[in-house]
């Protein structure tokens, strides 16, 4: 046994949802080899006395744009819109792939330290972005977004440069490390392509088994939009142009009917909810007890950390659950298992990595974090559950370990050199993108 974490509470989002007090968890070879109320009799090369410490699943964080760090804070306090075309839109057109590198591995830092094991990006830069992941040793599924519109080159999938791109990234980093890196195929949302693009595309993703990420029903303007030009809703458009078919991420689900939510769940379509992101630029209100309710599964995601300023998802667990409640006007409408759950076992269903990850059992890897329950704000414990969504933040996390490797403890990051990556900010990324000092809008 490689590692052996003794006393320890233990959250272990199994299908009993199980919890144990006290507890022992085994790590050899970077799985979870062992786990219950007695220590174990073989010997460990390392223990760690995990007295006052609750340790989860590693949490799953299905909406990302990595490289977006860079532009937290830089735009607030205006509608999505708006603060796309007169602020992120310019900015990002100077970002290069060296900035958009060191923006991405701030990311990560950021992720792993507040205890997130896996992400789904949907951003440009995707290559870069991947040679940050395979550097920090996080798990992720990348995608790049493909958009498209008409009187631009006419759209060929094997020569026009999203999908080149999407494809080169398919060829080079698919299943890297074991399948620590996935690619998946990206469209940026309905509005943003044509329906030629998105069977392309889908194509592309079912002859060579990988997931999609799409944007859904963001806003009522999309929604309305469509419906003027197609008579019919983003979600019936796509799902008509194949979109659907295999292992679909829709992400946002804002906007949704009644009938999109049923067809997400015929389709087993698994919908992203991003509350903070949502809120903030007032897209609207997803209804997530209304899709679970169709058989959806429903995972969570920050958005980008210009849209949401961080990637804490302990904050999106507690905004999901607060704002179901109040949606509904009934305070028992959402639990906090379920917030835990949109945060492991569904973002692992979603990333098609429910095999190994998602939860804390014999077998699986040891993708889990180790959160400190002896704070003053996490006392007194009567459930663990309900401390980890209603009062603990991603600020308590004190380990977090991928694969039986730890990305981050007691302000360590063993596979990032942090101090590197904030000088490549401080001396080339945030003077690239930001070096004339003003907007131009
Ligand atoms: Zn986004």
């Known amino acids: 046994m490689d590692t052996l974490f003794t006393h320890v509470s233990v959250v272990t989002m199994d299908e009993n949802l199980t919890v144990l007090t006290d507890a022992f968890v085994g790590v050899t070879d970077g799985k979870i080899a062992y786990l219950g109320k007695t220590e174990p009799s073989e010997q460990a090369a390392h223990t760690v006395d995990a007295t006052g410490m609750v340790m989860m699943p590693g949490m799953i964080n299905c909406h990302t744009q990595l490289p977006m760090t860079i532009l937290r804070g830089y735009a607030e306090d205006c509608d999505l819109q708006t603060w796309l075309e007169n602020s992120i839109f310019p900015r990002e057109e100077k970002l290069d792939g060296r900035a958009a590198k060191a923006a991405a591995l701030l990311g990560i830092v950021e992720a792993v330290r507040f205890g997130t094991t896996s992400v789904s990006d949907l951003y440009a830069f995707s290559d870069e972005t991947c040679e940050a992941i395979a550097q920090s040793g996080i798990k992720a599924n990348v995608a790049r977004p493909v958009s498209y519109f008409e009187g631009e080159e006419a759209f060929d999938f094997a020569s026009f440069s999203m999908t080149k791109e999407a494809a ?18 990206g469209i ?5 392509a044509t329906p030629e693009t998105w069977e392309a595309v889908s194509r592309y993703a079912a002859e060579n088994g990988l997931g999609l990420q799409v944007r859904l029903s963001e806003t009522e303007q999309e929604n309305e939009s469509c419906l003027e030009r197609t008579g019919l809703t983003p979600a019936q458009v796509l799902d008509c142009h194949h ?29 992203v909810h991003c509350p903070t992101s949502n809120l903030k630029l007032a897209s609207g209100r997803a209804d997530v007890v209304a899709l679970v309710k169709n058989g959806v599964n429903v995972a969570l995601g920050t958005d980008s950390a210009a849209a949401s300023n961080n990637l804490d998802l302990f904050a ?27 945060a492991t076992v569904c973002g692992a269903r979603a990333q098609g990595r429910e095999k190994e990850c998602g939860m804390l059992k014999v077998g699986m890897d040891a993708d889990l974090i180790l959160l400190d329950f002896t704070q003053p704000h996490l006392i007194p414990c009567h459930d663990l559950a309900n401390h980890l969504v209603y009062a603990a933040s991603g600020h308590d996390v004190a380990m977090t370990m991928v694969r039986g490797k730890v990305l981050y403890a007691q302000g360590k990051f063993p596979t990032i050199d942090l101090a590197s990556v904030i000088s490549e900010l401080q001396t080339y990324a945030i003077g690239k993108v930001f070096g004339d000092g003003k907007d131009e809008a």
């Open 188 to 192: 940026h949302a309905e509005y943003a």
């Open 168 to 185: 080169a990234l398919h060829k080079k980093w698919h299943g890297y490390d074991n399948g620590r890196i996935q690619i998946e195929m």
């Open 316 to 342: 999106e667990m507690k905004l999901a659950a607060l704002q179901a409640k109040e949606l509904h006007g009934d305070a028992g409408s959402f639990s906090a298992q379920a917030a835990l759950m949109m």
């Open 243 to 271: 979109v659907f078919d295999g292992r679909t991420a829709a992400v946002h689900c804002v906007h949704l009917t009644e009938e999109d939510r049923a067809l997400l769940g015929r389709r087993h379509v698994s919908a």
